[in-house]
């Protein structure tokens, strides 16, 4: 059967292997999967399928969800191949985006997506040093108070499955560059909510993160690396009820800390990573400023302590955006959340069900009755052993096995 046939594929058991379900293990069950869909957790003597996937000594986990990346070209191809089956897109440009779509609706073997669409930033500002790398022109900004509305609206009409919005004078960088204000910035957030949905906000210092927070975003895009871990400022974040998605691997790539070497030369993943991507990851950027992986790993144990949501996301772009790749970058990612205090069940479902609740994504991120089959079995135990995520025996989106 091609990719492309949409038609209803077998149904089909997984008997023998740890179940975690997007928040726990469970042991001892076989998950059955028709139509697409999980259609239960049975025992295994009632696990009556006309294939039975022999899931042992290997574990069941609901498709991988990265919460902050940028797909362009063959990027969904690539995540899926590590076991990420949703990513979602941090900022793009419209004729991209319904691309990736289509793409991502009419194939299995391609991860699916939701969507920003562009984000909010001014003139000259965060993204705009990769006009000619990552946008071949100049994308829509917003020019003040008087046109955020409008801004937000043309996004809402694009189809943005919610909101971006840029809050960053460079401080962590060292690269001083014009920012929203709050006030623009509060309006951006008001108008998404008005629309039923969501705020998230890209910030890289700490100043910038708490304007973004005042401002009345849902969630931060980045951890602030640019001092040490502030009581204050962390409290703040917690009272706000904000999620925050680090992007360990980001930012220690942008402070020249960290490459994506490890993961990249590791005998599981490398030959499934393309030679260009693989020579992005083994690269790091060299920004200067104060900004660290220290401060961005401090600031994470910090706010993971404070009891703060934590969310998995790679900030993978493209090639030439150095450090990370689609798909094996959110395994490093998961690696480094567990270096900052989570728990390997709790850095799983930060990849998981944390991500489909609060990006609203009901229909994945659980192995449960009714969700879509998207699913990843790997050897080993994942849940005491973070490392073994990258050991991917098969991974199914929308119940048809990649590959199939
Ligand atoms: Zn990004």
Do not use: Y
């Not at 941090?90 to 939701?114: K, N, S, W, Y």
């Not at 790539?253 to 030959?271: F, N």
């Not at 690696?335 to 009901?362: I, K, M, N, Q, Y």
């Amino acid at each position: 059967m091609s990719a492309t046939d949409r038609a209803p594929h077998a149904p089909f058991a997984v008997t023998g292997a740890r179940v975690f379900d997007g928040e726990r293990v469970v042991e001892g069950v076989a998950v059955l999967v028709a139509d697409g869909r999980v259609a239960g957790l049975v025992s295994p003597a009632e696990a009556h399928a006309p294939e039975v996937v022999d899931g042992r000594g290997g574990t069941l986990l609901p498709g991988l969800i990265d919460a902050h990346a940028h797909p362009t070209g063959d990027a969904l191809a690539l995540a899926i191949r590590f076991g990420v089956t949703t990513e979602l897109d941090m900022f793009t440009v419209p004729e991209r985006l319904g691309d990736q779509r289509e793409r991502a609706a009419a194939r299995d073997d391609l991860a699916d997506l939701r969507s920003a669409s562009t984000g909010a930033t001014v003139l000259g500002g965060h993204p705009s040093q990769l006009i000619g790398l990552s946008f071949r022109e100049q994308f829509p900004v917003v020019t003040g108070p008087a046109d955020a509305a409008r801004f937000v609206r043309e996004r809402v009409a694009e189809g943005a499955d919610f909101i971006k919005l840029l809050i960053d004078d460079g401080t962590a960088t060292g690269h001083p560059s014009p920012t929203l204000t709050e006030e623009t910035a509060r309006i951006v957030v008001a108008t998404a909510h008005e629309h039923g949905l969501l705020a998230v906000a890209h910030a890289t210092g700490e100043q910038n993160a708490l304007s973004a927070v005042r401002a009345g975003a849902d969630g931060l895009m980045h951890v602030p690396m640019d001092r040490p871990p502030e009581e204050k400022a962390v409290a703040e974040i917690r009272d706000a009820g904000v999620f925050v998605v680090p992007t360990l691997v980001t930012m220690g790539s942008m402070a020249g800390d960290l490459t994506g070497q490890d993961v990249a030369d590791d005998p599981r993943a490398r030959p499934l990573i393309p030679a260009d991507w693989h020579a992005n990851l083994c690269r790091c950027w060299q920004f200067g400023g104060p900004g660290s992986l220290r401060n961005a790993r401090d600031v994470t144990a910090a706010l993971h302590r404070a009891g703060v949501p934590l969310l998995a996301g790679t900030d993978a772009a493209d090639v030439g955006v150095l450090g990370t790749a689609h798909g094996v970058s959110l395994h490093q990612e998961l690696r480094l959340l567990v270096e900052c205090g989570l728990s390997p069940v709790a850095a799983l479902a930060a990849a998981t069900s944390v991500p489909a609740d609060r990006f609203r994504l009901a229909d994945r991120g659980r192995i449960a009755p009714g969700l879509q089959a998207d699913l990843l079995l790997v050897d080993g135990d994942p849940t005491t052993d973070i490392t073994r995520t990258l050991s991917v025996r098969e991974v199914w989106r929308r119940g048809r096995r990649l590959g199939d």
